[in-house]
Antibody
Framework: EVQVVESGGGWVQPGGSLRLSCAAS????????MSWVRQAPGKGREWVAN????????YYVDSVRGRFTISRDNAKNSLSLQMNSLRAADTAVYYC???????????WGQGTLVTVSS | QSALTQPPSASGSPGQSVTISCTGT?????????VSWYQQHPGKAPKLMLY???KRPSGVPDRFSGSKSGNAASLTVSGLQAEDEADYYC??????????FGTGTKVTVL
């Protein structure tokens, strides 16, 4: 059974940092692009970042580029999102998802909540 | 990139059909046949219901169907069942590794 499980969410002050993790199981992790997607309270979902199977290509939404870094460890079946210089606007539930063909997500986690507030 | 527009809510009685619209632009829905639909029950992970407008992943009932015309796509749930009550989101590829999502629709089974 394919599973992705996020962890690492919590409360952080503006300007702070947080690292999210995603543990994958039930599939050959190194064969798939992976993504982070977020949903702010009362708002729609927003794609945040993608990473290629081998980590050689990474893409970010404009609002996080330069502040967030997506990475993966294929030996540990793990995906990460390092979030620096956090802003109130980054408050959201962050989902880890498996990306297919570059344009849809076939498996998602339940999400982890990040709250940026003073 | 603006979110795709969905109605906030939709409802139907058991056995009836409900259709949810997803309106985009000529830079996303209108130009790519890469519209997907996701179902999410409270506290659960989102579940892929349709991709490439009309394709159903294994295990998704054929009561779920999709279509697209111009800048708008739609999801139809036929033979509505109690377990179909959930939030539904559409998404579309928008070029340059960007995927844009819909605003979400809460489906209520009366």
């Amino acid at each position: 059974e394919v599973q992705v499980v996020e962890s690492g969410g919590g409360w952080v002050q503006p300007g702070g940092s947080l690292r999210l993790s995603c543990a994958a199981s039930g599939f050959t992790f190194s064969n798939f692009w992976m993504s982070w997607v977020r949903q702010a309270p009362g708002k729609g979902r927003e794609w945040v970042a993608n990473i290629k199977e081998d980590g050689s290509q990474k893409y970010y939404v404009d609002s996080v580029r330069g502040r967030f870094t997506i990475s993966r460890d294929n030996a540990k079946n793990s995906l990460s999102l390092q979030m620096n210089s956090l802003r109130a606007a980054d408050t959201a539930v962050y989902y880890c998802a498996r990306l297919r063909s570059g344009y849809y997500y076939d498996y998602w986690g339940q999400g982890t909540l990040v709250t940026v507030s003073s | 990139q603006s979110a795709l527009t969905q109605p906030p809510s939709a409802s139907g009685s058991p056995g009836q059909s409900v259709t949810i619209s997803c309106t985009g632009t000529s830079t996303d829905v209108g130009v790519y046949n890469y519209v997907s639909w996701y179902q999410q029950h409270p506290g659960k992970a989102p579940k892929l219901m349709l991709y490439e407008v009309t394709k159903r992943p294994s295990g998704v009932p054929d009561r779920f169907s999709g279509s697209k015309s111009g800048n708008a796509a739609s999801l139809t749930v036929s033979g509505l069942q109690a377990e179909d009550e959930a939030d539904y989101y559409c998404s579309s590829y928008a070029g340059n590794n960007n995927i844009v999502f819909g605003t979400g629709t809460k489906v209520t089974v009366l």
